[in-house]
């Protein structure tokens, strides 16, 4: 990893990497969700609103996949400080908070017609509720040791404490009983017990969502590189 | 209860949501770097 902790070399790669992940993202997210919208069978239990989980789970998956990202970032800033995990970390930060927030609404939006409630204070939501708490603290944190100049080991060490919570998310359908379902997707085979109907536009969506999040982190990395390039060219002006 | 109201808000949010977000960033990083260039190109 840190043949790419040389800023130019990573810029070499992002750049044409950000629109490729964008535009293919973006099609099988247009792909996806027309069949889930339009063509898509409904379910003989939730009805037309199983629709809403080809938008939902891959939100769900992303909010969980960011902060697996920020803590794994956070790991290499302060164990093999990774110049570019700091970057890498509060990159991920925003769309992992928006793909949260996300899931939380569209789960709502489910949860009403399909078990008459918006919300329900039980393991699932609530954990995801957290996740999303801890994203806007991550990034308030962020943002505080940037003002005062900081290297930013504080929020690592938030990024990476924050991922107990990771495990709480996944499992909570398992230790409590949740009013959230239990997962229907393994990848074991045979096991899952979401139909081939629905399974196949549900990973489409999550891949095609995946893909254009990757390209919204290289975005956010390529705008700090280049504020930072921009800052270090001010403070040498400055001092010349 | 018809689901589709609630079936079209959450494509809605989620829409809004996902393009806010790409848009946002795309802007922010069109920006830094055309000042980064701008920057780079005064002697």
């Known amino acids: 990893m840190h043949v790419y902790a040389n800023p130019a070399r990573f810029l070499k790669i992002a750049r044409p990497l950000t629109a490729w992940l964008g535009w293919a993202g973006a099609a099988l997210i247009l792909v996806a969700l027309g069949y889930g919208l339009f063509l898509g069978p409904r379910d003989h239990l939730q009805g037309e609103s199983v629709r809403i989980l080809y938008v939902h789970v891959p939100a769900a998956w992303l909010g969980m996949a960011g902060w697996t990202g920020i803590a794994t970032a956070s790991l290499m800033q302060l164990v093999w400080r990774h110049p570019l995990a700091a970057v890498a970390g509060r990159a991920i930060a925003v769309p992992g908070a928006v793909f949260t927030a996300i899931c939380l609404a569209t789960g709502s939006l489910w949860g009403r017609p399909t078990w008459g409630t918006y919300w329900e204070w039980d393991g699932r939501m609530t954990s995801m509720l957290v996740l999303l708490f801890l994203y806007i603290g991550y990034l308030a944190l962020a943002a505080a040791e940037k003002e005062k100049g900081g290297e930013g080991r504080l929020t690592a060490i938030f990024g990476l404490a924050g991922a107990v919570n990771l495990p709480v998310i996944h499992y909570s359908v398992i230790w409590w009983n949740t009013l959230h379902q239990g997962e229907s997707i393994s990848f074991v085979r045979g096991s899952s017990t979401i139909d081939g109907a629905m399974l196949w536009p549900l990973l489409v969506s999550a891949l095609g969502f995946s893909l254009l999040f990757g390209a919204i982190v290289l975005m956010r990395m390529r705008a700090e590189l280049a504020r930072n390039k921009v800052e270090a060219r001010l403070k040498r002006m400055a001092s010349e | ?43």
């Not at chain 2, 949010?13 to 069109?30: I, K, N, P, Q």
């Open chain 2, 1 to 43: 209860m018809s689901h589709w109201p609630f079936i079209i808000a959450a494509y809605a949010l989620t829409a809004l949501g996902a393009l806010g977000v790409t848009l946002w960033s795309f802007a922010a990083m069109r920006r830094a770097e055309a000042d980064a260039e701008a920057l780079g190109k005064r002697p």
